[in-house]
């Protein structure tokens, strides 16, 4: 264990044991509900916001070891999490495949986009892709989060899944403002060309989110962000195969390591409209946005898929306190007699209180179901 004050993590303060996250997050039924919050690590904490300074881009931040080491384990010294995700992004292993990208402070993403089936030969795959030299730094930073938490919380790494990762690479910026206009016409024009990266990116995904594990990840969270604006003939062409394809890359490597799925709410995915076929990628977990009520997805889905979720990020920002602690306990109490993972139903805002993130970490962990 490092002792050097700049890590030393005060783990005494912390006065819970290990909770079974892993358990609760293979569909296990648990003593007491693991809890973090997406998107944790960031803007929100004054902590975050201050070393902003010392580290002006978000590409030094979070690939300067000692940079998101810190960054990762501020909401664990903060609020006692459960849960220490990789401070990180889906984005990070891009340059390793031969895609340099740039993130504004404001949060613009800017990424030479691929169009042609020349672009993609240059794009690296099977056999040019070696996760395990892309990001040393994560390497580190993972098994540094190891040793920092000891047993006090479980730590989490996570990747992009192939569709919200090609939205990028084919936009060269968010698809989010145009409707993902490039990725659509690609869709129609040249499907090959889009099955083309995402075979790519699916193979060089599942071998990343494996160096992860080998590197001390104990979870391994998949975001597919944006595939919840595909109509479902759509999704089930573009999104769902290459989803399986990179589950099935973990769990042949690393079976017994849980794989949490998350999409955010859009067009065709809110209202749980996919969630019967995020349940079958063959993940142990389902974590649930904000649109769906807790209790009615659980009475839908089979026993042993653990759940992840749901407190609307926007009642934990705006509040007040009472309301938070009614709603987490609604959805601890729906959730307390299968896995699950207590968390928000999308990122934490950028503007909620510190306060109201340490109350819900406490609401929780205080929590025993009836
Ligand atoms: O929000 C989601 O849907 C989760 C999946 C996702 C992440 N990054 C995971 C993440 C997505 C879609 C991205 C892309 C991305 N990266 C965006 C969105 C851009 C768009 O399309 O509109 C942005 C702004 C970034 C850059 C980025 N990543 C910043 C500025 C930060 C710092 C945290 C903050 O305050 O927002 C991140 C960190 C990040 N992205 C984490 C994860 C899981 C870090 C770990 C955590 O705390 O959860």
Same mark, same amino acid.
């Given at each position: 264990?490092?002792?050097?004050?700049?890590?030393?993590?005060?783990?005494?303060?912390?006065?819970?044991?290990?909770?079974?996250?892993?358990?609760?997050?293979?569909?296990?039924?648990?003593?007491?509900?693991?809890?973090?919050?997406?998107?944790?690590?960031? *803007?929100?904490?004054?902590?975050? *916001? @201050?070393?902003?300074?010392?580290?002006?881009?978000?590409?030094?931040?979070?690939?300067?070891?000692?940079?998101?080491?810190?960054?990762?384990?501020?909401?664990? *010294?903060?609020?006692?999490?459960?849960?220490?995700?990789?401070?990180?992004?889906?984005?990070?292993?891009?340059?390793?495949?031969?895609?340099?990208?740039?993130?504004?402070?404001?949060?613009?993403?800017?990424?030479?986009?691929?169009?042609?089936?020349?672009?993609?030969?240059?794009? &690296?795959?099977?056999?040019?892709?070696?996760?395990?030299?892309?990001?040393?730094?994560?390497?580190?930073?993972?098994?540094?989060?190891?040793?920092?938490?000891?047993?006090?919380?479980?730590?989490?790494?996570?990747?992009?899944?192939?569709?919200?990762?090609?939205?990028?690479?084919?936009?060269?910026?968010?698809?989010?403002?145009?409707?993902?206009?490039?990725?659509?016409?690609?869709?129609?024009?040249?499907?090959?060309?889009?099955?083309?990266?995402?075979?790519?990116?699916?193979?060089?995904?599942?071998?990343?989110?494996?160096?992860?594990? @080998?590197?001390?990840?104990?979870?391994?969270?998949?975001?597919?962000?944006?595939?919840?604006?595909?109509?479902?003939?759509?999704?089930?062409?573009?999104?769902?195969?290459?989803?399986?394809?990179?589950?099935?890359?973990?769990?042949?490597?690393?079976?017994?390591?849980?794989?949490?799925?998350?999409?955010?709410?859009?067009?065709?995915?809110?209202?749980?409209?996919?969630?019967?076929?995020?349940?079958?990628?063959?993940?142990?977990?389902?974590?649930?946005?904000?649109?769906?009520?807790?209790?009615?997805?659980?009475?839908?889905?089979?026993?042993?898929?653990?759940?992840?979720?749901?407190?609307?990020? &926007?009642?934990?920002?705006?509040?007040?306190?009472? &309301?938070?602690?009614?709603?987490?306990?609604?959805?601890?109490?729906?959730?307390?007699?299968?896995?699950?993972?207590?968390?928000?139903?999308?990122?934490?805002?950028?503007?909620?209180?510190?306060?109201?993130?340490?109350?819900?970490?406490?609401?929780?962990?205080?929590?025993?179901?009836?």
């Amino acid at each position: 264990m490092s002792t050097s004050p700049r890590h030393r993590c005060d783990v005494a303060a912390i006065e819970h044991e290990t909770v079974p996250f892993t358990q609760a997050a293979r569909g296990e039924k648990v003593e007491r509900t693991p809890v973090w919050m997406m998107r944790q690590a960031g *803007r929100h904490m004054k902590v975050y *916001r @201050d070393l902003v300074a010392k580290y002006p881009t978000f590409r030094e931040r979070s690939e300067i070891p000692e940079a998101a080491l810190e960054i990762s384990l501020q909401p664990f *010294r903060a609020y006692g999490v459960d849960g220490v995700i990789l401070f990180s992004d889906i984005l990070t292993p891009l340059p390793a495949m031969g895609v340099e990208f740039q993130i504004s402070e404001g949060g613009a993403i800017s990424i030479p986009p691929i169009r042609t089936e020349a672009d993609l030969a240059k794009f &690296k795959g099977k056999g040019e892709f070696d996760a395990t030299t892309a990001c040393p730094f994560v390497g580190e930073v993972l098994g540094k989060l190891r040793e920092e938490v000891g047993n006090k919380a479980t730590v989490l790494g996570f990747v992009g899944l192939p569709f919200t990762l090609a939205s990028y690479l084919v936009e060269g910026k968010t698809g989010t403002t145009s409707g993902f206009a490039e990725v659509k016409k690609m869709r129609e024009e040249n499907p090959e060309l889009l099955h083309g990266i995402l075979s790519k990116l699916a193979d060089n995904i599942g071998d990343y989110a494996c160096y992860q594990v @080998d590197q001390g990840a104990q979870v391994i969270q998949v975001f597919d962000s944006w595939a919840g604006h595909l109509p479902k003939d759509q999704y089930e062409t573009f999104a769902m195969p290459y989803q399986k394809r990179v589950v099935e890359a973990i769990k042949a490597k690393h079976p017994t390591t849980p794989v949490i799925i998350y999409m955010a709410p859009d067009i065709h995915s809110k209202d749980g409209q996919f969630l019967d076929l995020l349940a079958t990628t063959g993940v142990n977990c389902v974590s649930l946005d904000y649109t769906v009520d807790f209790a009615d997805v659980r009475a839908k889905m089979p026993d042993h898929l653990a759940l992840q979720g749901n407190l609307d990020p &926007k009642l934990l920002r705006d509040g007040p306190l009472d &309301k938070i602690k009614e709603e987490t306990e609604k959805i601890l109490q729906a959730g307390a007699h299968n896995g699950h993972v207590m968390n928000l139903g999308h990122g934490i805002e950028a503007d909620t209180p510190e306060p109201h993130a340490k109350f819900f970490v406490d609401t929780v962990q205080g929590f025993r179901a009836k």
